[in-house]
């Protein structure tokens, strides 16, 4: 019995000398000035997170914000001792409102902090062979029979059967998660958990003409749009200092500084 005690005496002993000593290296640390630097600069580093928007039935995705990892940080820089802010580490921060809390709620526009939009298309040949070309980022929206496990584009889910070319999908690690939303799929998709997406606004040869583009816009491409149309629209996208991206890109919350890094 005695030893028992002697045994648990010990191991409070070693337990409790970890714990002081990390204590004690912790207020060493934080009394350090390049710490106090760190936490000085903490605020001004740190970007808060944007909640999603809900209007009716239709939401608009939030942005993460960032926050500075003051112990992370401290030991990125120790080696030179010297307050560097490319060397900071952050930590996520997310919205209290977000899409992942409301995915019951269709996305027709996201956030325009992204500086860019994503462009849909569904069977105009012209304007999918012309992307592919010039390397465009658009969302082909595919059934089971057009799947490609080569595809430049990001293949969206189209099929009445959906879980079928899910599958494949899966398998080939693409974009399960979005479901453009119609008359026949907008339940299957709420029940398999995805994203639900639809267009800001569809473009044909008519609506071209005046169309006003913001960062955010879904934009689906008519089967009818001309090639020549379809250029312009382009040019009006890039003209607004716009990037076309990926809807999976466009409708995430990540910020760009961590989808970049």
């Known amino acids: 019995m005695k030893d028992i005690i002697k045994y648990i005496g010990l191991l409070f002993l ?28 903490k605020e001004k580093e740190g970007i808060p997170s944007e909640n999603a928007v809900i209007s009716g039935s239709f939401i608009v995705p939030g942005i993460n914000g960032k926050i500075v990892n003051e ?3 401290y030991y990125q820089m120790k080696g030179d001792y010297l307050y560097q802010s490319s060397k900071l580490i952050f930590n996520e921060v997310f919205p209290e409102i977000s899409l992942e809390q409301n995915k019951h709620l269709v996305i027709n526009r996201a956030n325009q902090s992204k500086k860019a939009v994503s ?22 929206l ?9 595809s430049y584009f990001e293949q969206i889910n189209n ?11 899966h398998k080939y690690n693409m974009n399960t998660n979005i479901c453009f939303v119609n008359d026949f799929n907008r339940n299957i998709c709420k029940k398999g958990s995805k994203y639900l997406v639809a267009a800001t606004y569809e473009v044909d040869n008519v609506s071209i003409i005046g169309l006003e583009i913001e960062s955010g816009d879904i934009i689906l491409i008519s089967d009818n749009l001309s090639l020549a149309n379809y250029k312009v629209l382009l040019k009006k996208i890039y003209y ?10 466009l409708i995430s919350e990540k910020r760009n500084y961590l989808e970049e890094s």
Do not use: G, H, P
């Not at 099929?159 to 999908?169: F, G, N, T």
């Open 14 to 41: 070693i337990v409790f000398s970890f714990y002081y000593t990390d204590k004690i290296s912790t207020m060493i640390i934080y009394n350090s000035n390049l710490m106090k630097e760190i936490v000085n600069n």
């Open 71 to 73: 112990l992370d940080s």
């Open 159 to 169: 099929d009445q059967d959906m879980a079928k070319l899910d599958v494949l999908l």
């Open 240 to 249: 607004r200092d716009l990037d076309v991206v990926f809807l999976s890109r």
């Open 142 to 150: 595919i059934k089971y029979e057009e799947f490609s496990k080569n």
């Open 119 to 140: 462009i849909v298309v569904k069977d105009n040949s012209n304007i999918i062979n012309y992307s592919e070309k010039e390397k465009i980022a658009i969302n082909k």
